[in-house]
T-cell receptor, first 108, second 113 residues
Framework: KNEVEQSPQNLTAQEGEFITINCSYS?????LHWLQQHPGGGIVSLFM???GKKKHGRLIATINIQEKHSSLHITASHPRDSAVYIC??????????FGTGTRLQVFP | NAGVTQTPKFQVLKTGQSMTLQCAQD?????MYWYRQDPGMGLRLIYY???????DKGEVPNGYNVSRLNKREFSLRLESAAPSQTSVYFC????????????FGQGTRLTVV
């Protein structure tokens, strides 16, 4: 079993829909990261959080340390949000472990 | 501000050939990393460098060597490429290893035939 599990693996949505991507982990962590990978391949860091909630524009990330779970929400989704979203955790040993990603497609 | 610059973007090698992937960052980061990304798997750490002059093996180091030439540059070398090394390679950097944001290069798509 992977130490970091994401769901769903694939997600399609209509423009304007509210989107949720989930990440569960089974190890002790010091931080959780959400990353975005566009079709061109580049990876961009969206959030790094260790508790609570962070918001940036239409993106919201939450984490529940007790439940070992994080969610990434996208409000008013747009076709330009189409990408692979990757959850990663920093283990207490400083090692970064990545999930396999959620492929999101938003159609106009 | 270029961030993390990785070259080349694409490369095709024949089995047994050697090549070096170059990576440079201009953010004065201490830590640098090389990852590979394969279909259906999360990014896996090949090697990392916590600071200039130090390197350590990651999860999948076999078949690779690295060199932290200075604080800016961290190169990955394949001495004798194998088809199993066909992958997308990412270089990344962070201020340090503890809880700091990682910045990634654009990736190198390597095919070994």
């Amino acid at each position: 079993k992977n130490e970091v599990e994401q769901s769903p693996q694939n997600l399609t949505a209509q423009e304007g829909e509210f989107i949720t991507i989930n990440c569960s982990y089974s190890v002790g962590i010091s931080a959780l990261h959400w990353l975005q990978q566009h079709p061109g391949g580049g990876i961009v860091s969206l959030f790094m959080l260790s508790s609570g909630k962070k918001k940036h524009g239409r993106l919201i990330a939450t984490i529940n340390i007790q439940e070992k779970h994080s969610s990434l929400h996208i409000t008013a989704s747009h076709p330009r949000d189409s990408a692979v979203y990757i959850c990663a955790v920093t283990k207490s040993t400083d090692k970064l472990i990545f999930g396999t990603g959620t492929r999101l497609q938003v159609f106009p | 501000n270029a961030g993390v610059t990785q070259t080349p973007k694409f490369q095709v090698l024949k089995t047994g050939q050697s090549m070096t992937l170059q990576c440079a960052q201009d953010m004065n980061h201490n830590s640098m990393y090389w990852y590979r990304q394969d279909p259906g798997m999360g990014l896996r750490l090949i090697y990392y460098s916590a600071s200039e002059g130090t390197t350590d093996k990651g999860e999948v180091p076999n078949g690779y060597n690295v060199s932290r030439l200075n604080k800016r540059e961290f190169s990955l070398r394949l001495e004798s490429a194998a088809p199993s090394q066909t992958s997308v390679y990412f270089c990344a950097s962070s201020e340090n290893r503890q809880n700091t944001e990682a910045f990634f290069g654009q990736g190198t798509r390597l095919t070994v035939v």
